[in-house]
């Protein structure tokens, strides 16, 4: 599989629609515009009304051919773009003919990794198509967008040449230690490197902010038998997803729906009321609730406030990740027994009145750490953030080479380190096996 295949996809998603779009890209698209479309290439970037033909000069369909001539495509190849009807079987057919006359079926994300190999995308921005077309809501979409446009990569690529050049600086110093750059003595190499280390945490920051609206967070219900949590859920959910009953021990199986917070993806489970039992399945519905406590990025600890006290309250997950949900005010006359959980983060609501759901959910925003102020938010992936912490690393672990042993060389090497890891993040510096990863989870046609 070389990059010289021309290669074929069906670049719309499957099912039935106005209009379907094959597209093929590669250096042999005079024969297949012959045996395809019956003439040469159309003009360079003018839409060619056309007859598809089989093999056997038959129509398969009529639309618009688009020739698009290298460099100046998508893929830096020459592409030619059919726009025929959205139906699954044209579709088919034209991909076949384009099979037939030497052109490859494509590999998920391959149109885009040869976008980036032929450097009309870097990396960041090529995870951005991906992540604009399967972003789950308008923030996600304007994040992903600024990503594409190269918002991201340019903060990137800054650092990186500024760790260039305090590179060229210190790597000076040790070969030519004769000619006195005592820049040891100078606190400015120092200070640059301190900046350095500021600007990638911000960086750290804002890529989190962005890998959230990408990723969003695992949220857990928890708490006794009929505490609420499924009609939590419900609620949240604006759906009734989950059985409601007064029966202590309704919810089993872990209930799982994503729902969405203000543009952050959620991915909410309801589990099973957490208590002793003898029963089988309730004691494996009990388990599974532990076990999804445990991972969950945010856990929501549901509290009856008419009947808990302080001796059966259940166990409080890591506070760090909990909030408290005093649930049922509707039926506390007097005051809540909000003592008992004294210390820790919490929110009174009633659903039956619906009250305090609004704050719970911007809490939940909050624990999240998704700020309010969306705008210049860049998507980012977790590939990401982890370079952006590894470089931080690199760079601190320089600086306190540089302010405690004075060793330069050390120094030296944690810089071009760390300038290796940040050149990751937009590709310039990969492995192959790190892109097959990346472009193999993109879809066909993309
Ligand atoms: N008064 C009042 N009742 C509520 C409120 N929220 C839930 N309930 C009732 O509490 C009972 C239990 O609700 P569920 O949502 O099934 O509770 P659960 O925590 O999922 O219970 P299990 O699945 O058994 O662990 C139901 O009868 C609900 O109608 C509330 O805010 N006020
Ligand atoms: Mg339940």
Redesign the pocket.
């Known amino acids: 599989m070389s990059h010289k295949d021309t290669i074929a996809a069906i670049a719309t998603p499957p099912g039935n629609g106005g209009v379907g779009i094959v597209r093929i890209s590669g250096g042999q698209l005079e024969s297949v515009a012959r045996g395809l479309l019956g003439r040469d290439l159309p003009q360079p970037r003018i839409a060619q009304y056309s007859s598809f033909i089989d093999a056997h000069n038959n129509t398969i369909d009529t639309g618009l051919a688009l020739y698009f001539p290298a460099p100046h495509s998508f893929t830096g190849e020459n592409i030619l773009e059919l726009q025929a009807h959205g139906g699954a079987v044209i579709l088919g057919l034209l991909l076949e003919r384009a099979l037939q006359l030497g052109c490859r079926q494509a590999r998920a994300g391959e149109f885009s990794e040869r976008a980036f190999l032929n450097g009309k995308l870097d990396l960041v921005q090529a995870e951005a198509i991906a992540d604009l077309i399967s972003s789950s809501s308008a923030r996600g979409a304007r994040a992903a967008q600024r990503s594409l446009s190269g918002v991201f990569s340019a903060r990137v690529n800054a650092l990186v040449a500024e760790i260039t050049s305090i590179r060229v600086f210190v790597e000076a110093a040790i070969d030519f230690p004769e000619e006195e750059i005592d820049f040891l003595a100078d606190s400015d190499i120092q200070q640059r490197l301190q900046q350095v280390i500021d600007d990638i945490e911000t960086l750290i920051v804002e890529a989190h902010q962005g890998r959230l609206l990408r990723d969003g967070i695992e949220l857990a219900i928890v708490?006794?038998?009929?505490?609420?949590?499924?009609?939590?859920l419900n609620a949240l959910a604006g759906d009734e997803l989950?059985?409601?009953?007064?029966?202590?021990?309704?919810?089993r199986d872990v209930v799982r729906q994503q729902i969405l917070i203000d543009g952050l993806p959620v991915f909410v489970a309801?589990t099973?009321?957490l208590r002793e039992s003898e029963d089988v399945i309730e004691a494996e519905g009990v388990r599974r609730a532990l076990q999804i406590q445990e991972k969950a990025d945010l856990v929501l600890l549901?509290l009856d406030a008419?009947t808990e006290t302080p001796e059966n309250l259940p166990v409080i997950p890591d506070p760090k990740r909990t909030i408290i949900v005093w649930?049922?005010?509707?039926?506390v006359a007097g005051e809540m027994p909000l003592a008992i959980t004294k210390g820790l983060d919490s929110v009174i609501?009633?659903?039956?009145?619906t009250s305090g759901l609004d704050v719970l959910k911007q809490k939940i925003r909050q624990h999240a750490g998704l700020n309010e102020a969306s705008e210049g938010v860049f998507s980012a992936r977790a590939r990401h953030l982890d370079a952006l912490h590894r470089s931080e690393k690199l760079c601190r672990h320089g600086l306190a080479q540089l302010q405690d042993f004075s060793a330069p060389e050390l120094l030296a090497e944690d810089l071009r380190q760390a300038q290796q890891v940040l050149a990751e993040i937009t590709g310039q510096f990969s492995s192959d096996d790190l892109l097959g990863e990346i472009f193999s989870s993109f879809c066909i046609g993309k």
């Open positions: 708490g006794r038998p009929n505490a609420g949590k499924s009609s939590l989950a059985i409601v009953t007064d029966i202590p021990g309704t919810t309801d099973a009321g549901v008419s649930n049922k005010q509707d039926l609501i009633s659903i039956h009145n």
